[in-house]
């Protein structure tokens, strides 16, 4: 089953995204802000085994490391760059703030449309395969 990373602040938003994604047969796991995400993923120092997500879905604003932080740290490491982000934000025009990041495959403004997130992280996974 292909892993899903969902990095955001919110809690509702993250049981939402989780419930959705488990439904579809992903495995989901969770990440309440970018220092949590970072350690997750092995990009700082913690007592947890590195992640390797086949997508994370990216939420920006947030406390301690923003998610422009954590798509730039994920960018700089050979072992993340290529795992594809969507990114998830209140804010509009991010499509300038990321410029050409080869690993942001997405935007999508909060508020989202449940509905509308897991059918482009399906259509995102079924491209990969």
């Known amino acids: ?25 992903f495995t989901v796991e969770l990440a309440m802000n970018g220092r949590e995400a970072l350690e997750k993923l092995g990009l700082m120092p913690s007592n947890e085994t590195s ?5 994370i879905v990216l939420d920006i604003m947030m406390p ?7 798509q730039n740290k ?3 490491d050979p072992q993340t760059r290529n795992i594809p982000i969507v990114i ?3 804010k509009g025009q991010m499509r300038e703030l990321f410029g050409m990041a080869t690993n942001v495959v997405a935007y999508i403004e909060k508020p989202f449309d449940p ?15």
């Open 51 to 55: 992640l390797k997500p086949d997508l």
């Open 115 to 129: 509905q509308m997130l897991k059918n482009k992280i399906v259509q995102l996974m079924t491209e990969k395969k």
């Open 88 to 90: 998830l934000t209140a």
């Open 1 to 25: 089953m292909p892993t899903i990373l969902v990095v955001d602040d919110e809690k509702n938003v993250l049981e939402l995204l989780q419930f959705i994604l488990q439904k579809e047969g």
């Open 64 to 70: 301690e490391i923003d998610g422009y932080t954590v």
């Open 74 to 76: 994920l960018n700089d």
